[in-house]
């Protein structure tokens, strides 16, 4: 027989040297930074169980690859100062 989650259920973990606590209750989960009040992260079980959750992790993860491109591409180059006028030879 299992318990209804019908209060919200708290647990602190460590994690890479940091601590956190984890919220569960009927409506989802959440993790929360110690000493902070906002979420890291904040999960329904909807979104959980209909996979929204899986793709805007996929989604957040190509962002963070591409800019990380992006920034790598930029990194050899000089940007040339559009407001000086161009030498001819």
Known sequence: MVT???KELKRKVH???A???VALDADGLRIVGKGKRK???ALLWSD???GDAAMA???NASLVLGS???QG???GRTIPDSSQPKKRK
């Open 4 to 6: 209804a989650l019908d």
């Open 15 to 17: 994690v890479d040297g």
């Open 19 to 21: 601590d956190y606590t």
């Open 39 to 41: 979420p890291d992260v």
């Open 48 to 50: 959980l169980l209909s």
């Open 57 to 59: 992790t996929a989604l």
């Open 68 to 70: 990380n491109k992006a």
């Open 73 to 75: 591409r930029k990194r």
